[in-house]
């Protein structure tokens, strides 16, 4: 059994970051192996988690992977690469904030019941005196099924503030196991989509999170967190694997040993991925190689396939722009219909122009920041087959960007989903192997994605032929299905 704790809030800003990134480090110089865990579909705190612990932070999301994956993709990342002494998952929002509409779904309160992990709420203690007992308890007490197992104080203003606080939770038997003081120079900068991406700011981010460590260490008491956290029930069920959920999928694998290579878009512009993407185009046969937009002049030899992903291309629009021999590259591919995904940024650095700097040129379209933040859950609908999914594949996916492509679609638009007033939406675009959209996807949940990217990279590599945008078929080759 892994020990596991939710780190969780009455609200954003509260300080569940600082607290779970610094414990994961804390209990890492202590000599454990910590997995580490956020809720919801963030990238960004599980860059920050992922220096602390040593090894890729996970995300867990009812709405993106599914509800019932949630206990399997936990026990899969606790086990992977070595079994983990202890969990630390970071919470999302409040408690009981869930998908808009939906209720609790999707909130930290339905992940920290589905895992049966007891909660560690971190309180903003700011300007706050006896009221804070009034808002633990009406947290601890909102819904009986949630454990709300220790509080730490952040933001104590003086010794006399942390009796007070202290004197006010005695009354409700709910242990505090932490007062955390004001450290302004520990603070991680954000940007307009959220926090700076701990891969864009090396060594700073690096002494960050060293630092958080000692504050924690020296504020919180880790035997008892550790305590309340072994607590936790054994879960029942095997672990998420990535070759069991391709095998199922294949009539039959390759048997001339041939793996084509995929390159993963990396680098300080392209930070937002999930770690079950290269796993399971790894179980479904490909070679995964990460390479930098902005500075590695070629692709990675051999390259038959394409992965870009989310992240901030904006900031690093110059960059990009002035990488010109990549910039033909890439566009050189998608000619000779090397299939290519892209997601969000991946999308942007496909564009014609991103804020009027040159980019790829591989669709038929232009990119700008605006001031309105497309902000939420999609539940879509392919709208042709790619090299992606197959017409009328549904999806659940998420859209996080301050940009806008103008058009906003091609001749075939890659999704189509309900707007919250109701209205039918297009978006995206599927041209020739190339399936590009803002909207960001977890392939747990749709495996045969990797399985049909793989297929598509591998036909492309030794006969030059892969799987066409509207209809399926193949130019010599044979179609894809999965």
Not at 69 to 93: C, N, Q, S, W, Y
Request: include cysteine; hydrophobic fraction near 45%.
């Amino acid at each position: 059994m892994t020990a596991r704790i939710v780190v969780a809030a009455p609200a954003s800003g509260h300080g569940k970051t600082s607290v779970a990134t610094g414990l994961l480090a804390a209990f890492a110089a202590r000599g454990l192996t910590v997995s580490p865990h956020k809720v919801g579909p963030d990238y960004i705190d599980p860059g920050y988690h992922a220096l602390a612990a040593g090894r890729p932070g996970r995300t867990l999301d009812p709405w993106l992977a599914g509800e019932e994956r949630l206990v399997p993709l936990f026990k899969h990342a606790v086990a992977t690469p070595v079994p983990a002494d202890l969990a630390v998952i970071e919470g999302v929002m409040g408690l009981y904030d869930g998908a808009a509409g939906r209720g609790e779904f999707a909130s930290t309160a339905h992940v920290a019941r589905t895992l049966d992990a007891p909660v560690l709420l971190v309180v903003d203690s700011t300007a706050m005196g006896r009221s804070v007992a009034a808002l633990v308890k009406g947290f601890a007490g909102f819904d009986p099924r949630i454990r709300v197992g220790g509080v730490v104080l952040n933001r104590v203003g003086s010794d006399r503030h942390e009796m007070i606080l202290r004197l006010a939770l005695e009354e409700l038997g709910i242990p505090v196991l932490g007062a955390i003081r004001r450290h302004d120079a520990l603070a991680t900068p954000s940007r307009h989509l959220g926090l700076v991406p701990a891969a864009e700011r090396s060594q700073e981010a690096v002494d960050v999170v060293r630092g958080l460590g000692a504050v924690v260490a020296d504020a919180v008491d880790l035997d008892a967190v550790l305590a309340l956290a072994r607590s936790a029930p054994e879960l029942p069920g095997p672990a998420w694997n990535p070759d069991s959920e391709i095998a199922a999928l294949r009539e039959s694998a390759p048997t001339d040993g041939f793996r084509p290579v995929i390159a993963m878009a990396g680098g300080a512009a392209f930070t937002f991925s999930y770690a079950e993407t290269a796993e399971l185009l790894t179980a479904a046969g490909a070679d995964v190689v990460t390479f930098d937009p902005r500075s590695d002049e070629t692709l990675p030899a051999g390259t038959s396939g394409l992965v870009i992903g989310g992240g901030f291309p904006e900031i690093y629009a110059e960059e990009l722009s002035a990488n010109r021999p990549l910039r033909i590259a890439v566009a050189e591919r998608a000619k000779v219909n090397v299939p290519i995904v892209a997601e969000c940024a991946g999308l942007l650095y496909l564009a014609r122009s991103l804020d009027d700097r040159e980019m790829c040129g591989v669709l038929d379209t232009e990119a700008n920041m605006t001031g309105r933040l497309t902000l939420g859950y999609r539940e879509a609908t392919a709208m042709s087959d790619s090299v992606l999914a197959t017409a009328g594949a549904t999806v659940r996916g998420h859209e996080f960007h301050r940009t806008a492509c103008r058009p906003g679609t091609g001749v075939t638009p890659a999704w189509e989903w309900t707007a919250p007033d109701g209205s039918r939406h297009r978006e995206g675009f599927v041209q020739g192997a190339v399936h590009a959209s803002y909207l960001h996807l977890h392939w747990a949940s749709m495996p045969g994605a990797a399985l049909r990217l793989t297929e598509a990279a591998r036909v492309n590599a030794l006969t030059g032929d892969v799987v066409h945008s509207s209809t399926g078929a193949t130019g010599r080759g044979r179609e894809v299905k999965a």
